[in-house]
């Protein structure tokens, strides 16, 4: 498997991976640009335009666009994250050039149809709605809210409903003129592609657009706070997150295996002592999400609200414990996990493709599994302990709590206790 990269005399970046022994495909555009991106009056557009450019472009109807790719039996998606939007396919050999078109003139041809703008509101107010009434959906929206407050990345990808109410097609346009230019995308494809092939059809299809200045969006600072909404649901959801690492720095690898050994899965702390000991939840984990300037740790249980003050402290517990006596076994389960996730990950060619676009997007390059696997068999028990102390130690946290609730500590005991 050959990891190739190119960028075009505008800037727009491609890379590809050929997979041997594939009849298949997976490619797609990469834009960098998502909700951090927005300003507060543009809050939810990046969403609201990703569904926007399957309604028809200048040369496609919406159902020729489902039509095309269908009848060649694949499949084309979308997604919006606070960083990146991405517009991806997935098809046969032979089908290649195909979804390239397709992916090309939903993005960059977009025609905004005030008729299908007002269909595809209703579309996201509903979107919306469903977020609003599932609990273990929207308190992970709150969450991010009081860890960054009052900044572009603890917005909502959706947006609120006044915001979705008032986009028309100017809005639209404005947004993709300030983020679509072609520094900002990336064409990544992977499996049974040839990179020469994609190059010279690339050079066709996105050659002719001209560099546009790019702005970074405004730094992500950790501030940390409590929300708590009170509501008579069967579950208490509880939320907690720490500040993390970003994916470009050094202790990234160090920061996903402590929350992988903390409550990664069946054999972590959390779901051993919590779950399996004490039986008073059935979801508990922990996990790590990464931007490219922070990240959070964040640990997620649901349970009743008679059992929730308890087990809001033996989880805090259990991570202030972490920092003081995680084990090499815990470590080198933890790196087993990892190492296993991302290898069988890797097996399939959109879960490559979307790595490919990630790495180059943070890096301009691809590392090599093996730098990777080294990087996180480097992680040692001693680095692992004091990251646990400092995520203890750092006196700033951020919690969400939603349902019957009202028993639970307030954040400042968590702190402290947290610190003790």
């Not at 909700?35 to 990703?50: C, K, M, S, T, V």
Request: aromatic share 6%.
């Amino acid at each position: 498997m050959t990891v190739e990269i190119h960028t075009l005399p505008n800037g727009l970046r491609i890379v590809t991976e050929h997979m041997p022994g594939l009849e298949s495909a997976a490619l797609g555009l990469w834009v960098n640009a998502g909700g951090r991106h927005e300003r507060i009056d543009q809050n939810g557009i990046a969403h609201f335009l990703e569904h926007m450019a399957f309604k028809g472009t200048a040369r496609r109807s919406a159902l020729q666009i489902a039509e095309e790719i269908e009848d060649v039996g694949g499949y084309i998606n979308a997604y919006t994250s606070r960083e990146v939007t991405a517009y991806y396919a997935r098809v046969l050999r032979q089908d290649v050039g195909l979804a390239l078109d397709l992916i090309a003139d939903i993005v960059l041809n977009p025609v905004f149809d005030p008729r299908e703008i007002e269909v595809e509101r209703g579309v996201i107010l509903q979107e919306i709605g469903q977020a609003a009434d599932t609990p273990d959906d929207i308190i992970f929206d709150w969450l991010q809210e009081v860890a960054y407050p009052e900044q572009p990345l603890g917005r909502t990808i959706l947006g609120p409903s006044e915001r979705v109410r008032s986009f028309g097609r100017a809005d639209f346009d404005r947004f993709v003129g300030e983020h679509y230019g072609p520094g900002q995308l990336i064409l990544s494809a992977a499996g049974a592609v040839d990179h020469d092939e994609i190059v010279r059809l690339a050079e066709g299809i996105f050659g002719h657009m001209a560099p546009t200045p790019t702005t970074r969006p405004e730094p992500g600072q950790f501030a940390g706070g409590e929300r708590r909404v009170t509501k008579g649901l069967e579950q208490a959801h509880f939320t907690l997150a720490l500040e993390a690492p970003g994916y470009r720095s050094d202790d990234i690898y160090t920061a996903q295996i402590f929350a992988t050994a903390l409550g990664g899965g069946m054999s972590s702390r959390l779901f051993q002592e919590i779950r399996e000991k004490r039986g008073l939840c059935y979801t508990i984990y922990s996990q790590v999400g990464s931007y490219d300037d922070t990240g959070l740790l964040t640990i997620y249980a649901g349970t009743s609200g008679d059992d929730l003050p308890e087990l809001v402290g033996l989880t805090v517990d259990e991570l202030r414990r972490s920092a003081e006596t995680m084990t090499e076994a815990e470590l080198a389960r933890a790196r087993a996990q990892m190492k296993a996730g991302l290898l069988m990950g890797l097996e399939s060619p959109s879960a490559r493709a979307e790595r490919l676009a990630r790495l180059v997007a943070i890096w301009n390059r691809v590392p090599a599994l093996e730098e990777t696997v080294a990087r996180i068999d480097g992680v040692t028990l001693a680095g692992l302990k004091a990251h646990g102390a400092a995520l203890a130690g750092s006196g700033r946290a951020a919690m969400a709590l939603y349902g019957p609730v009202d028993g639970a500590p307030e954040l400042a005991r968590v702190t402290e206790r947290l610190a003790a």
